[in-house]
Each structure stands twice: as C-alpha cells, then as structure tokens.
C-alpha cells in the first residue's frame, strides 16, 4: 500500500486544480486507488465546498469521463475540516470503467463563488483487494 500527499493547496475563489496519478504498470501492480479529499475555509457562502471528479486513461495522455461518481467535501463550520474519499478499482470485478486504466486525472473545483479553499488530496494505491 502506498500513501502519498498529492497536494496541498490553497483554490481561488470558484477555481479548479488538477492533479495526475499515474498507475504503475509494471512490479506490483495495485488494484484499488482510494482518493481523499481535506477541505477547510476561513469564511464560507452559501455555495461553500469543493467537488472531486475523475477522469481515466488508457495511454496516459487521452482522458475520459471516470465512471467512479465524483462528490462534494462541505465543511460543517468556518475553520473546520471537512473530508471524503472514494475508492476506484482498477482491475478486478469491482472495476467500474472499461478501459484499463494507467492514469487518473483529478480535478478538485472549489463551489464558493465568495471564499478560497484550502484543500489537501491524498491518494493510496493497494494490491490488496
């Protein structure tokens, strides 16, 4: 199993960032991907969180829509953490794309049109089913 702190970063104000995670094709290979996604403001709106949506490859440079669903981190208050994640399977029958996946893009979009986020990805890679 393998932890890694994608990013951490401030989004502007109804601003994106993207992040890449290439899948090793060789050695062990992992089976699962489990994305997490820390969001926390100092002020918030009405339209306060950050969505995470994926997209998949089969060569590293073409991506397309992911069929693992994205979802919403709203924090619960002004300073706190809120966090979710989401696990992709990547072979196996749990696997919900069709295509063999060598790379995953994910864009974090920040919804509060008011306030920037302060946002952290994390990803784990597993061979363990």
């Known amino acids: 199993m393998t932890s890694t702190v994608q990013d951490v970063k401030s989004i502007a104000l109804s601003g994106t960032d993207v992040y890449t995670l290439t899948i090793p094709t060789t050695g062990p290979v ?9 969001v926390k403001y100092a002020a918030m709106s009405g339209t306060t969180g950050v969505t995470l949506s994926f997209q ?18 709203i924090p619960t208050a002004v300073n706190t953490l809120g966090y979710n994640e989401a696990k992709m399977y990547l072979v196996g029958p749990n696997k919900l794309d069709t295509i063999p996946v060598v790379a995953v893009k994910v864009t974090a979009t920040n919804l509060d049109a008011t306030n920037a986020a302060v946002v952290a990805l994390i990803s784990e890679t597993s061979d363990i089913i």
Request: charge should be positive; avoid cysteine.
């Open 30 to 38: 992992p089976v699962s991907a489990k994305f997490g996604l820390a």
């Open 56 to 73: 998949v490859s089969k060569d590293g440079t073409n991506f397309v829509a992911s069929a693992l669903p994205s979802f919403t981190v």
